[in-house]
């Protein structure tokens, strides 16, 4: 299982200039994520082996900082090949795909596999331009935004389009297993002999969109989402009573308390994890994780009212909230809306979007994608007077095609522009998912993207002032003045 996290690859300054290494980690910190990008599309059948090869070599040239070796790399891809390979992998269509589908996706996979050439081919010219650079980011922002929509396509065949719904956050009575991450292929082999023992399985981190996939709702034994923000894991995960499945990351060393009751599906870089062994088939050994759960105690009958968080809201009703929307900005009842999104930090001190949220006017509504929700939704809110939900989740990072979406219809429907925008853009850096986000919210042309709480250590006022310069990026300030901030024009 990689990990996600940025440091120390963005703390560590591997040139003289410090702008220069930050520039091209940011480019580099991507190429990663699409590499991330690549196995999952894989699992979920749309992908071939001579793709995967190539961004998996392009991994190991970014991560070991030898980018030389991307122009002979870059050779191997002529545009034959890439339109070779893509009607390779084609060949078998996806299950409901049309023909139109089809060629959506073939143009789609053509256009971002040149565009990740191109930017190793960049790379490997060593530029120390920041405006050369900064221009790269640009490009690989706009790939961002085609590697989301490629994975949301690809995740909606596997796993069905999300609906609303609530999800049980209270405790549930029975043995149990918790699912840390959001591998749905392997939640969903944990879910078959999860039913086949009876046990409970509870999600935990960004596997909390499973609960609005047509796919899982077959399964009765998939009963709720467990634990807030990732600053509470060993907290929590050591007052969770059973097994603890681990399918990505992030995921911090586990404590002496429950170490011996976490399984993962890959090796981590915590020696003392043990990973869950394969069958001859490949699928997944789960019997020391049902032995686990079964030594355990499991939850209690609970009491009192049942606590519950909608999740959801990435799919068909999107249009109808987009329409509830506009019509709530032309009266003035809506000014402005809050796009959150990325990778929560280990820190319990970085609360700023806690007390942002908290602040936020009666006319403002927030959305959010990715593991920072757990910052803001402990508490479910009543819904707005125009029938609206105050807090919309559209999923997790990798789902960051349903929030540029979401924005752009919204924008069409009152005639704006990302830079007249009524929806503000704050990302919280802190992995690979996180920085493609911030990237794909820039190269879709929005200028006030705000960046923290967390500032990766190479950025100093140097490279700021650049960033907001070229793209109207800028640091987080105080949480208040975020939360009473002007809207664009």
């Known amino acids: 299982m990689a990990d996600e996290r940025i440091d120390p690859a963005f703390d560590v300054v591997d040139v003289d200039d410090s702008m220069i290494s930050s ?40 991560s070991s900082g030898v980018v030389a070796d991307a122009k002979t790399l870059t050779k191997k891809c002529t545009a034959a ?46 530029s120390t331009d920041p405006n050369e650079l900064v221009d790269a980011m640009v490009k690989v922002g706009g790939l961002a935004v085609l590697a989301f929509d490629i994975y949301e396509l690809s995740a909606r065949y596997m796993f069905g389009e999300p609906v609303p719904a609530s999800v049980r ?45 047509p796919e899982f709702s077959k399964f009765r034994r998939l009963v709720g989402h467990y634990g807030g923000s990732r600053c509470n894991q060993n907290k929590e995960l050591g007052g969770f009573p059973g097994s603890i499945v681990v ?26 994890v043990a990973v869950i062994p394969r069958k ?42 987009v329409e509830k929307l506009a019509r ?28 942002m949220h908290a602040l936020l006017p009666k006319q403002s509504i927030t959305l959010t994608f990715g593991e920072v929700k757990f910052r803001i939704n402990a508490e479910l809110e009543p819904p707005t007077d ?9 999923g997790r990072a990798r789902d960051m095609n349903a929030t540029l979406r979401f924005a752009a219809e919204l924008n069409r429907e009152l ?27 820039c190269a879709s042309g929005y200028r006030d993207v705000a960046v923290g709480p967390y500032r990766p250590a190479v950025w100093n006022d140097e490279i700021v002032a650049l960033l907001r310069e070229k793209l109207g990026v800028r640091l987080v300030g105080d949480p208040a003045a975020e939360a009473y901030a002007e809207p664009a024009a």
């Open 247 to 272: 399918a990505s990351g992030p995921f911090d060393e586990p404590t002496g308390d429950y170490a011996d009751y976490v399984f993962a599906v890959e090796p981590t870089r915590w020696d003392g």
């Open 415 to 441: 005639d704006k522009t990302p830079a007249t925008s009524p929806v503000s853009f704050y990302a919280s850096l802190w992995g690979e998912k996180s920085v493609a986000c911030f990237l794909a919210m």
């Open 81 to 126: 090949d890439v339109v070779y390979q893509l009607a390779s992998f084609l060949s078998a269509p996806a299950e409901g795909e049309t023909p139109e589908d089809r060629k959506e996706a073939e143009d789609q996979f053509r256009a971002a596999f040149d565009g990740v050439a191109d930017v190793l081919a960049f790379l490997s010219t060593n």
């Open 169 to 213: 956050r209270t405790p549930s009575e029975g043995r149990c297993v918790l699912f840390v991450g959001d591998d749905y292929g392997k939640l969903r082999e944990l879910l078959e002999r999860a039913s086949f023992n009876e046990l409970n399985v509870w999600t935990y981190g960004e596997g909390i969109s499973a609960h609005s996939l």
């Open 386 to 394: 125009y029938g609206a939900p105050r807090l919309i989740d559209l």
């Open 328 to 355: 709530a900005y032309r009266v003035g009842a809506l000014k402005r809306v809050v796009a959150i999104g990325g990778d929560d930090t280990p820190s319990p001190e970085q609360d700023f979007y806690t007390k």
């Open 23 to 62: 520039l091209r980690n940011l480019l580099e910190a991507w190429c990663k994520h699409i590499a991330v990008l690549a196995v999952g599309m894989r699992e979920l059948g749309r992908q071939n082996a001579l793709v995967d090869a190539f961004l998996l070599e392009a991994l190991e040239i970014t």
């Open 280 to 321: 001859e088939d490949g699928s997944l050994d789960l019997d020391p994780v049902v032995k686990g759960a079964a030594d355990s105690s499991g939850f209690f009958k609970s009491r009192g009212p049942v606590a519950k968080t909608p999740v959801g809201f990435g799919g068909e009703q999107l249009a109808s909230l």
